[in-house]
């Protein structure tokens, strides 16, 4: 199976430079475990979101990303 790519927008970079060292691991395993192999495994969202997709970090944060297919590229929002 293809591996995704992950990439980081500048919003998201600063989002997790302020999440708990646990979390940032966790955030780190769900990408390279989950996403990158499977990124249709998030919820597809709708709404102004609709075209990106949310994997759950936490009981309130939740990792929003977009796929781009033809690149095989997944990008953190």
Do not use: C, W
């Not at 998030?42 to 939740?62: A, M, N, P, V």
């Amino acid at each position: 199976m293809t591996r995704y790519r992950i990439r980081f927008t500048r919003t998201a970079t600063k989002d997790v430079s302020k999440l708990s060292p646990k979390l940032r691991k966790k955030l780190r395993e769900i990408l390279t475990e989950v996403i990158s192999r499977n990124p249709y495994e998030g919820k597809k969202l709708i709404g102004d979101l609709h075209g990106s997709y949310s994997y759950k970090l936490t009981f309130q944060d939740r990792i929003v990303y977009s796929i781009d297919e033809e690149n095989k590229t997944i990008y953190i929002e």
